[in-house]
Nanobody, 122 residues
Framework: QVQLVESGGGLVQAGGSLRLSCAAS???????MGWFRQPPGKEREFVAR????????LYADPVKGRFTVSRDNAKNTVYLQMNSLKPEDTAVYYC????????????????WGQGTQVTVSS
């Protein structure tokens, strides 16, 4: 059993920044961690992924150059730094854990956090 708890969401003005955290407990050794988001009325979509060692990251096109995913395995925590936020970034953001070599689909992830709301105003 793996538990993931997201935090750091909130209301921010367009152009601003937020840093999300995902605290993990349980057996996550060797896993990759992903960030997904679900805007109101839409499907959950891939945002970013980071491998266990932290040396390889992947990003969805809409967030490339603006978002940065990182992890601190000693603290069992994954982060998503979000800069230059846009209203279209408004969504519930989820972290998830995967031991799969695939990365895009929600089906590639075994455990999910409860989500944290990010709202970007214009």
């Amino acid at each position: 059993q793996v538990q993931l708890v997201e935090s750091g969401g909130g209301l921010v003005q367009a152009g601003g920044s937020l840093r999300l955290s995902c605290a993990a407990s349980g057996h996550t050794f060797g896993s990759s961690m992903g960030w997904f988001r679900q805007p109101p009325g839409k499907e959950r979509e891939f945002v970013a992924r980071i491998n266990w060692g932290g040396g390889r990251t992947l990003y969805a096109d809409p967030v490339k150059g603006r978002f940065t995913v990182s992890r601190d395995n000693a603290k069992n925590t994954v982060y998503l730094q979000m800069n230059s936020l846009k209203p279209e970034d408004t969504a519930v953001y989820y972290c998830a854990v995967s031991w799969s070599s695939s990365w895009l689909s929600v089906r590639d992830y075994s455990y999910w956090g409860q989500g944290t709301q990010v709202t970007v105003s214009s």
